[in-house]
């Protein structure tokens, strides 16, 4: 038997998968909407374990399956037997006999890398404390759709230098371009990870400067799930990082912004960019299911 094919990070595809999997993403939205849709996973079933909220990558996980032919399952960690300590390795070994496929959201990227050691069938991140790929993949799509190809842009990522950042600096280095980080000391990305995508990924302290130019800005919560004690002091060093009418008119004329939501509007994005009539965050959102469609087709099809 040959080993699964998992996706924890943006680097388990290579680049040209990407933008396959970018314009396979964009040809099922299209049947979807027509009503012709593949029964592609027919029969295939996905088991989803979450120990972290989710309103998103549930929703778009269950329905994409199902509107393939396949059908869902939606564990959560605390009714599961991994609630109540069973190892890690020994639920692998016997949720994935049963299943066709497992996305994951948790902390630890570790325990989501030790469930794809000892699972035989491909193992989905959908998040961890360190990477959120499954996201990025939408937020690709949605830039190809609107703006076209996004390699040679420049990208400014502002805030919080958390999961979805590392996402997007991966990306940086698997599609070619060039993202800025915006953030306070204390708040930078991963430091081995920044040294891995030097060649396409840097910080910048002062959010004007970072913007400059950009044909894509980026932001997320400032305490991310597991830090919500910390969001009092979060929001004194990360305020001036704020998304806003006045960083995008800095940024090139075409700029588009995104976030991965849930947002705090006020907070690391205003209300009046949430709700502007050429926002393309909703489209963002929308897309998590087609784009999630095309890479379970792509590890399945292995
Ligand atoms: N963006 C995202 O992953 O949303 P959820 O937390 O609602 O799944
Ligand atoms: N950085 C956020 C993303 C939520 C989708 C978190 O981890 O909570």
Known sequence: ????????????????????????????????????????????????????????????????MAQLGGSALFLSGQ?????????????????????????????AHADVEDFAAHSSVPVINGLTDDYHPCQILADLQ????????????????LGDGNNVCHSWMNAARQLDFELVVACPEGYDPDPALLTACEAHARIDRDPAAAVEGAHLLVTDVWASMGQESEQAAREAFLAPYQLNRSLLDRASSDALYMHCLPAHRGEEITAELMDAPDSVIWQEAENRLHAQKALMELLLSA
Request: charged letters at 25%; aromatic letters at 6%.
């Open 1 to 64: 038997m040959t080993a699964p094919r998992h996706f924890l990070t943006l680097m388990d595809l290579a680049s040209d998968e990407i933008r396959a999997l970018i314009a396979r993403a964009i040809e099922l939205k299209t049947q979807h909407r027509a009503g012709t849709a593949p029964r592609s996973l027919e029969g295939k079933v996905l088991a989803m374990i979450f120990t972290k909220a989710s309103t998103r990558t549930r929703v778009s996980f269950e329905a994409g």
């Open 142 to 157: 949605t830039y190809f759709e609107v703006r076209g190809d996004i390699s040679g842009r420049k990208v400014c990522w």
């Open 79 to 107: 009714d599961t037997q991994l609630g109540r300590g069973e190892p890690i390795e020994d639920s692998a070994r016997v949720i994935s006999s049963m299943v066709d496929i497992v996305m994951i959201r948790t902390f």
